[in-house]
Every structure is written in C-alpha cells, then in structure tokens.
T-cell receptor, first 109, second 116 residues
Framework: GQSLEQPSEVTAVEGAIVQINCTYQ??????LSWYQQHDGGAPTFLSY????GLEETGRFSSFLSRSDSYGYLLLQELQMKDSASYFC??????????FGKGTRLHILP | GEEVAQTPKHLVRGEGQKAKLYCAPI?????VFWYQQVLKNEFKFLIS????????ETGMPKERFSAKCLPNSPCSLEIQATKLEDSAVYFC??????????????FGEGSWLTVV
C-alpha cells in the first residue's frame, strides 16, 4: 500500500521561511509532487521531484531524498496569500495520484 | 476549454436522492480523474478514464456510484441513493498523458455535494 505523512498544521510569520515535510511509503516510487489548495478552491500543482535534490520555482522549492523516503516543500518570503493547505502526493504504478492529508499553513502578520 | 469545468458548483440532496455531477476536461486531455474530498481533508481517488474507457475504478463504491465519459459529452459522476457520508467536494481533474509521474494534472473547482 501507499501512505504519506505530513504535519496537519504549520504556523509562520509573514516574510519568513517555512518548511513542510512529507514522508512516504510506497510500493514503487514515481516521484513526489506538491499541490496547493486555498479554501474553497481547486488544488493547483506546485512542483514535482522525480530525482533526489532540490527543485526551485520562484519563492517555492521542493526537495526529495529517495533513500530516506522524504521530501519537503520550502516556501520563502512568505506572503499572506500563501495561507492555504499544501498536499504532498505520489503517483502509483496505476497512474492515480495518492495524496497526503494536507498541511494547513497559517501565516501571521 | 482551457480549464476543467465542473457543474454544478453546489448541490443539495435529501438522503436517498440521486446526485449527478458533470465535468468537462481541458480540450485535448485524454485522461480524467475523479476525487472525493471530505471536510478539506485528504483526497480519495474514485475513478479514472482514458477517453471513454475506464482506466482505474478501484476507488469507486460500486453499489451506489457510477461514472461515464462518453464522446462529445461531459464526463459524469452519479450517486444513487445518497447517504449523509457522501457529503463532500467532488473534484474532477484532467491530464494530457496517463503517466502522472511528473505530468501535471489540472483540477476543476469542484462540486460541493451536501446530503441532508
């Protein structure tokens, strides 16, 4: 089976940096993705890591360590609009994406 | 279209009634996925299609849920005899390729089903 673990909530201050961790257990590994979901909105794709290392996209970066079955999403220069839920996700061998339970990010002014 | 379009946005049904949700994938996308999200929690995979063919239906509670993707029509997800626990947001997503590893899937805004 597959499972993903991530913290349920994280709080940070505007302008700061925050890291959201995700550990996974999968039968077969095909990469780790991150999605953002604002309240009442659709999940939107943020990043994908197929190989170990850091992928950077503007203020957001994502890291993967396959040997540790671990990844994280790093958000820099936090803005109030970054308040949302963040989901790590893995595709399985049947090409359906399995999502974690999501991390609710609270940003304080 | 350039976005995944889901209708209706909100739907209220009495327990035992039927609910039908629709999804138009992005033009040119061959793969459609349905997910159920209860109370802003995790997404539960229901079913996926490759064009009009069921690709994976391992998440579907088959006794009451059914789904179709017919040519030249929006895809649909139907729930017969709804139960209170079916109250959730149902997201449709589409993808150009079936290989979801590294391939972005695009979600619609969701259909909020409330069963009372």
């Amino acid at each position: 089976g597959q499972s993903l673990e991530q913290p349920s909530e994280v709080t940070a201050v505007e302008g700061a940096i925050v890291q959201i961790n995700c550990t996974y257990q999968t039968s077969g590994f095909y990469g780790l993705s991150w999605y953002q979901q604002h309240d009442g909105g659709a999940p939107t794709f943020l990043s994908y890591n197929g190989l170990d290392g850091l992928e950077e996209t503007g203020r957001f970066s994502s890291f993967l360590s396959r040997s540790d079955s671990y990844g994280y999403l790093l958000l820099q220069e936090l803005q109030m609009k970054d308040s949302a839920s963040y989901f790590c996700a893995v595709p399985n061998r049947d090409d359906k994406i399995i999502f974690g339970k999501g991390t609710r990010l609270h940003i304080l002014p | 279209g350039e976005e995944v379009a889901q209708t209706p946005k909100h739907l209220v049904r009495g327990e035992g009634q039927k609910a039908k949700l629709y999804c138009a994938p992005i033009k040119g996308h061959s793969y459609v996925f349905w997910y159920q999200q209860v109370l802003k929690n995790e997404f539960k995979f229901l079913i996926s299609f490759q064009n009009e063919n069921v690709f994976d239906e391992t998440g579907m509670p088959k006794e009451r849920f059914s789904a179709k993707c017919l040519p030249n029509s929006p895809c649909s997800l139907e729930i017969q005899a709804t139960k209170l626990e079916d109250s959730a947001v149902y997201f449709c997503a589409s993808s150009q390729l079936g290989d979801t590893a590294g391939n972005t899937i695009y979600f619609g805004e969701g259909s909020w089903l409330t069963v009372v």
